[in-house]
């Protein structure tokens, strides 16, 4: 499977304890994007990578989230000090800078439980 | 600013039935709009896509039309089998594709 892969697909935590949530783009990709989803509501957009700089982030994204692409090829997403409004599901998607259109391709995501 | 709004669910309709979801959105300068489809327990797929105006995306028997002059990506198909159902998202990115804008979703349940 050449898609997008993310992991793990879920994951339970108690609020205050630290997640890391890894992604792995389409290998000829050189843009990756992460997103938050809530229950009946679309992706929102939190931060994403050219390469291995981090070119945008969202206002939604505190400052207990830290994204990382160290080689420009995946990513990890960090979430320290959970809380329980951080529950979502969390997507990655992949892109080629070259595309006009912009199209993304999206992982199967990690859903978040904070109890 | 960039948004998306899209007709809200959840639709249900019998099989064979006629399928719109209207979308419209909200840009500075050309977008590319999209239509991507969310079975369940799975990731997003794109469905369909259009990167200007007059242009048709068309995916599976589903249809959009990007119209600038009334700022819509209406989704529609013809007649619906029960495996449509699912959640259908509207979307755009601005030229740079630097981000996307969601709509909220219209869940569509197809029943025999």
Known sequence: DTGVSQDPRHKITKRGQNVTFRCDPISEHNRLYWYRQTLGQGPEFLTYFQNEAQLEKSRLLSDRFSAERPKGSFSTLEIQRTEQGDSAMYLCASSLAASGSGEQFFGPGTRLTVL | ?112
Request: hydrophobic share 30%; net charge negative.
């Open chain 2, 1 to 112: 600013g960039n948004s998306v709004t899209q007709m809200e669910g959840p639709v249900t309709l019998s099989e064979e039935a006629f399928l719109t979801i209207n979308c419209t959105y909200t840009a500075t300068g050309y977008p590319s709009l999209f239509w991507y489809v969310q079975y369940p327990g799975e990731g997003l797929q794109l469905l369909l896509k259009a990167t200007k105006a007059d242009d048709k995306g068309s995916n599976k028997g589903f249809e959009a039309t990007y119209r600038k002059e009334t700022t819509s990506f209406h989704l529609e198909k013809g007649s619906v089998q029960v495996s449509d159902s699912a959640v259908y998202f509207c979307a755009l990115s601005d030229r740079t594709g630097n981000q996307f804008y969601f709509g909220t979703g219209t869940s569509l349940t197809v029943i025999p």
